[in-house]
């Protein structure tokens, strides 16, 4: 059965459209108006060996807050539908990533109970055009809305560039562990309350 999902979201904000197939190859097309971000989300794909379509319109002469926002709920929402109730997933997965003198690594749970452990600082407020405050909000709507206890953390990472790419890598890589089928689930939520 294909893992896949498309949510489109519309505000006054935003216009956006997340196609993913979480059983990809990593490929992916991106357009949400920030390179930077556009690079970390290619990052996330290629790194989770999912298939995703990201189309992001978003009120960009105001400022950056709103396209990067709302770009992670709608990533979020179309994870968890494909996962369909967590169904037969492993559930929990982890991953170290060092980027040249960065390391970061990432734990999560598909628990259904969103959460947001948030060690990470950055050394400049802005990397590219986008500021670093940013990620952190993505990382949030994306727990939120994927339904996952999220725990982030750069060990040590001077690099503003690295310490941001290798926090999507490191999600990305936990990401791939915890939505891989474990087939000692027999397809049910591996939980003890049979749900998630």
Not at 20 to 42: K, N, P, Q, R, V
Not at 43 to 55: I, Q, Y
Request: aromatic share 8%; charged share 25%.
């Amino acid at each position: 059965m294909a893992r896949t999902a498309e949510v489109v979201r519309e505000t006054k904000e935003t216009q956006i459209r997340v196609w993913i197939d979480l059983d990809g190859t990593g490929a992916s097309t991106i357009s949400t108006g920030i390179g930077f971000y556009d690079h970390m989300l290619e990052s996330f794909a290629r790194h989770g060996g999912f298939d995703l379509k990201v189309e992001t319109k978003g009120d960009l002469h105001i400022d950056m807050h709103h396209t990067v926002e709302d770009t992670g709920i709608v990533l979020g929402q179309a994870i968890k539908e494909a996962l369909d109730g967590f169904k037969g997933v492993r559930r929990f997965g982890h991953a170290y990533i060092p980027m040249d003198e960065t390391l970061t690594r990432c734990a999560i749970d598909l628990s259904n109970r969103p959460y947001l452990i948030w060690k990470v600082d950055f050394k400049r407020p802005k990397v590219g055009e986008m500021d670093t405050e940013l990620f952190k909000e993505f990382h949030h709507a994306f727990a939120m809305n994927v339904g996952a206890c999220v725990h982030l953390e750069t060990l040590y990472g001077d690099n503003t560039h690295h310490v941001a790419e290798s926090g999507f890598k490191a999600l990305a890589r936990a990401l791939r562990q915890a939505v891989e089928i474990d087939p000692k689930t027999g397809g049910h939520a591996p939980s003890t309350k049979g749900v998630l």
